[in-house]
């Protein structure tokens, strides 16, 4: 079946540092990339996304290309803000192979510090 | 809109009672999803639901768990009796038209705590 792989966390990371948060998938069909990110307290909220090969998602400074041919979808961003601090999920739609979840990693917390 | 609406936010309740989760999904969105978050295991999914069907209820955890959607705009996820190893964060996620790969968007959450 489906699968997303993440790093392990917790990150932590001086503020204006460089982040890379690395997740690699596994899929039967042709899925759709999402990253969503979750606030303290608060649900998860649709970061970024990507539908096809070579796709950059971006928002609020953070990006990721959808590789098929490493089949990874890493997120980055360039500077970090102490207000990123958050988790951050890989997630993946396989509709095209018939599957209509959502497969999420495990979660990768990131804490900036000042 | 207002999102996905989820109650109530927080639910303490004695081990053995019944415990009901409410939902309300976007409108419009025919898929409905329930999972549920710990730290040990993360977020997993629960069930979901394509046009108020249940499609894959894999996930529930034990005969106690039951979900039903009796409508578009409304779904249930009921614990009895609940236990102390329930305690969670239950979240619902609904997304627009299935079959063309859209992100879904997530309620705030119900802390279930069962003492």
């Known amino acids: 079946g489906d699968s997303v792989t993440q790093m392990e966390g917790p990150v932590t990371l001086s503020e204006e540092a460089f982040l890379t948060i690395n997740c690699t998938y596994t899929?039967?069909?042709?899925?759709?990339l999402f990253w969503y990110v979750q606030y303290p307290g608060e649900g998860l909220q649709l970061l970024l996304k990507?539908?096809?090969?070579?796709d950059k998602g971006s928002n609020k400074g953070f990006e990721a290309t959808y590789r098929k041919e490493t089949t990874s979808f890493h997120l980055e961003k360039g500077s970090v803000q102490v207000s990123d601090s958050a988790v951050y999920f890989c997630?993946?739609?396989?509709?095209?192979?018939?599957?209509?979840?959502?497969?999420f990693g495990k979660g990768t917390k990131l804490s900036v510090i000042p | 809109d207002a999102g996905v609406i989820q109650s109530p936010r927080h639910e303490v309740t004695e081990m053995g009672q019944e415990v009901t989760l409410r939902c309300k999904p976007i409108?419009?969105?025919?898929?409905l999803f329930w999972y549920r978050q710990t730290m040990m295991r993360g977020l997993e999914l629960l069930i979901y639901?394509?046009?108020?069907?249940?499609?894959?209820d894999s996930g529930m955890p034990e005969d106690r768990f039951s979900a039903k959607m009796p409508n578009a705009s409304f779904s249930t996820l009921k614990i009895q009796p609940s236990e102390p190893r329930d305690s969670a964060v239950y979240f619902c996620?609904?997304?627009?038209?299935?079959?063309?790969?859209?992100?879904?968007?997530f309620g705030q959450g119900t802390r279930l705590t069962v003492v």
């Open positions: 996620a609904s997304r627009a038209l299935a079959g063309t790969n859209t992100e879904a968007f």
């Open positions: 899929a039967t069909g042709y899925p759709s």
């Open positions: 990507a539908t096809k090969a070579d």
């Open positions: 997630a993946l739609t396989d509709e095209g192979a018939g599957s209509y979840q959502l497969t």
């Open positions: 409108s419009g969105h025919n898929s």
């Open positions: 639901f394509n046009n108020n069907v249940p499609i894959d």
